[in-house]
């Protein structure tokens, strides 16, 4: 997990699939270690003004990897990340609860 982005207004986390250690479980031959299943990327937005969160995976993580990169590539105002954010936290349906 990794922190992307924080400000008032809005975190973004890069959530990573778990590495394999060497001693994990094997798969059926006892030789090979197990691969996960499902091992993908994803985001998650965290609208702190309204308390909701959306986590992205998928096609939706691909798509804003590349908003990523292009952030990266361009150098945008944080009015203009604060503006991209704000239209994918439109998506946010889930309440952020800590655990």
Do not use: C
């Not at 990794?2 to 031959?29: G, I, R, T, W």
Request: charged content about 25%; glycine content about 4%.
């Amino acid at each position: 997990m990794h922190m992307l982005y924080d400000s008032e207004s809005f975190v973004v986390v890069h959530m990573l699939p778990d590495a394999v250690e060497k001693k994990s479980a094997q798969v059926l031959n006892d030789t090979a270690p197990a691969i996960p299943q499902l091992a993908r990327h994803g985001f998650e937005i965290v609208d702190k003004r309204s308390g909701k969160e959306v986590y992205l995976d998928g096609s939706w993580a691909e798509m804003f990897q590349e908003q990523i990169l292009a952030w990266q590539r361009d150098t945008p105002t944080q009015e203009e990340v604060e503006d991209a954010l704000d239209r994918y936290a439109g998506l946010a349906q889930n309440p952020v609860v800590v655990h």
